[in-house]
């Protein structure tokens, strides 16, 4: 390591890590107040380690959206920042394999120590909501514990800090911006929107004929399998009428911009092309994260039902029944989820100009 003067220091393991102080932080609360319980060290260590990748996270996490602060992302950036993202699927992916350590104790074992908990509660983990809010899930989405505001458990100062991180703009915000500055949705010669809808009209048109022709369904079949095709006045209709789009925004329902819907359907359909590749790397990651996340919610609420049942959580929430609510409610790249809706076959792309293909192709010119 280097000092401020330039020279190299030395340092001990031990203290570099400050392994006294992190190995000396488990007080089991069981041997304070009773007879001690053997599986609340497990209990502690597991939370302790959540609470350490939750730092990693939000390290993590600042960092990328540091790199969208600029108005142009230079390609550099935008990988570092896929490399930074991919790290924290795999930490998420980590902390739900870490369920099945916390599983190896029983719920009779849990009831050892479990009344001494009262009312300490994951709800009260201030980074695992830096992490929610960082990422973009927004205040008015949230399931409400007890009626009262998500940060009420807080502090004035940690409350304060939650809201400057919507305030600045969150994950989510960052790259609703950088999509609707990105280049494809003005290109000179192709307008795009009108080439899609041509396209889309092809592809509906020849799905419904190969049903209607079909010798294996009957004709109550065909009618429900043509309206299940859907036309361009159904779920298509919000990626060709902007107005249909503003709407689900008032509605709640789309939370990112039009332009910006445009782009990410853009890069989806057109992501073989090399200067897309890692546009489409980044919202695929996006994509993981919120999975992965709604899976720890999942696998949360599924091992508090096998823990404790029914019973009313330490925090005085309803336990498994609120767990499982925001595993169903409180995720936050739903609008690229719902690209897949709008995406045609590759048969059916548009053909790009060749000027535009060279473009996107990264195309030199080696003549003078």
């Known amino acids: 390591m280097k000092s401020t003067e330039g020279k190299y220091t030395t340092i001990h393991y031990q203290n570099y890590l400050k392994l006294k102080e992190l190995l000396g932080s488990q007080e089991l609360r069981?041997?304070?107040?009773?007879?001690?319980?053997?599986?609340?060290?497990?209990?502690?260590?597991?939370?302790?380690?959540?609470?350490?990748?939750?730092?990693q996270i939000i390290h993590e996490l600042h960092s990328v959206i540091e790199f969208f602060e600029d108005n142009e992302v230079i390609?550099?950036?935008?990988s570092v920042a896929i490399g930074r993202l991919n790290r924290v699927e795999s930490i998420l992916k980590l902390m739900v394999q870490q369920i099945g350590i916390m599983e190896t104790m029983t719920p009779l074992d849990f009831l050892d120590f479990r009344n001494y908990l009262f009312p300490a509660s994951g709800f009260q983990s201030f980074q695992f909501r830096q992490m929610e809010s960082l990422l973009g899930l927004p205040e008015k989405q949230r399931i409400t514990y007890h009626g009262q505001k998500?940060?009420?458990?807080?502090?004035?100062?940690?409350?304060?800090?939650?809201?400057?991180?919507?305030?600045?703009?969150?994950?989510?915000?960052?790259?609703?911006?950088?999509?609707?500055?990105?280049?494809?949705?003005?290109?000179?010669?192709?307008?795009?929107?009108?080439?899609y809808s041509n396209s889309l009209k092809?592809?509906?048109?020849?799905?419904?004929?190969?049903?209607?022709?079909?010798?294996?369904?009957t004709d109550k079949e065909k009618k429900m399998?043509?309206?299940?095709?859907?036309?361009?006045?159904?779920?298509?209709?919000?990626?060709?009428?902007?107005?249909?789009?503003?709407?689900?925004?008032?509605?709640?329902?789309?939370?990112?911009?039009?332009?910006?819907?445009?782009?990410?359907?853009?890069?989806?359909?057109?992501?073989?092309?090399?200067?897309?590749?890692?546009?489409?790397?980044?919202?695929?990651?996006?994509?993981?994260?919120?999975?992965?996340?709604?899976?720890?919610?999942?696998?949360?609420?599924?091992?508090?039902?096998?823990?404790?049942?029914?019973?009313?959580?330490?925090?005085?929430?309803?336990?498994?029944?609120?767990?499982?609510?925001t595993a169903d409610k409180h995720e936050i790249?739903?609008?690229?989820?719902?690209?897949?809706?709008?995406?045609?076959?590759?048969?059916?792309?548009?053909?790009?100009?060749?000027?535009i293909r060279e473009q996107l192709n990264f195309h030199f010119n080696t003549h003078n």
């Open 150 to 195: 998500y940060s009420s458990v807080f502090d004035e100062e940690k409350q304060k800090s939650l809201d400057e991180i919507y305030a600045k703009g969150t994950l989510l915000d960052k790259v609703n911006s950088w999509l609707e500055r990105t280049p494809f949705l003005t290109l000179d010669g192709f307008d795009f929107l009108k080439e």
């Open 333 to 355: 790249f739903t609008d690229f989820h719902g690209i897949s809706s709008l995406l045609i076959p590759r048969s059916e792309l548009p053909t790009l100009p060749k000027g």
């Open 225 to 325: 399998r043509s309206e299940m095709v859907g036309s361009t006045d159904s779920y298509f209709r919000s990626i060709l009428k902007e107005e249909t789009h503003n709407t689900l925004m008032k509605e709640g329902k789309k939370r990112l911009s039009y332009k910006a819907t445009v782009a990410a359907l853009f890069i989806n359909l057109y992501r073989d092309e090399p200067i897309l590749q890692l546009p489409f790397q980044f919202i695929t990651c996006l994509m993981d994260i919120d999975n992965q996340v709604t899976t720890w919610r999942y696998r949360h609420a599924q091992m508090v039902l096998r823990m404790i049942g029914n019973k009313i959580g330490t925090g005085g929430s309803s336990g498994h029944e609120y767990l499982s609510k």
């Open 30 to 55: 069981s041997a304070q107040l009773g007879e001690e319980a053997h599986e609340e060290m497990l209990f502690i260590i597991v939370h302790q380690v959540y609470e350490l990748w939750f730092k």
């Open 75 to 78: 390609e550099s950036s935008l």
């Open 202 to 217: 092809n592809m509906l048109e020849k799905e419904t004929n190969a049903i209607m022709s079909s010798e294996y369904l």
